[in-house]
């Protein structure tokens, strides 16, 4: 849907507002619960959103609350695993790099990386996940310092 045409039902409306959320709202998710979970989340927060869409659309900071949704709606539940993930696979990334992140960071922390990661800034970081600034900052600083000494970085010119 182009910008330029006019919005005329709520079902225009939602689907404008889709175009624009559904993208930051599959990073943020992405970012914080990985792949599958962070797939998942989203569509389950855009489903929500559709089934709600009269309510919500009055509502401040839309995009903040179905991160809310997607967070519970795939909180993990006590289940057997049916395969196996395989062990091999092509890191787009520092290969130590997840071992490092898993037991350091807790899932409010991983957030913080957001802005590093995506680009965002810490104002965005914060009303998406209902912290302040000041904590973004410092859950950042100090999960960095955590990462460069397991990974053995020294920032020593």
């Known amino acids: 849907m182009s910008g330029s045409q006019p919005i005329d039902t709520p079902d225009d409306e939602f689907r404008l507002f889709v175009e624009r959320t559904e993208p930051r709202l599959r990073r943020a998710f992405v970012a914080a619960y990985g792949s599958d979970r962070g797939r998942e989340a989203t569509a ?8 709600n869409w009269d309510r919500l659309r009055e509502e401040g900071n839309v995009a903040g609350y179905l991160y809310r949704v997607g967070q519970s709606r795939t909180r993990p539940r006590k289940h057997r695993t049916l395969f196996a993930r395989s062990s091999e696979s092509v890191h787009w990334y520092e290969p130590d790099l997840v071992p490092a992140l898993e037991p350091s960071l807790n899932l409010s922390v991983r957030p913080s990386y957001w802005s590093n990661g995506f680009g965002w800034i810490m104002q965005e970081v914060a009303e998406l996940t209902g912290v302040k600034v000041t904590s973004v900052q410092n859950h950042l600083d100090r999960g960095l310092k955590k990462l460069r000494v397991a990974l053995k970085v020294s920032t020593d010119g």
């Open 44 to 51: 389950e927060a855009l489903a929500y959103a559709w089934e």
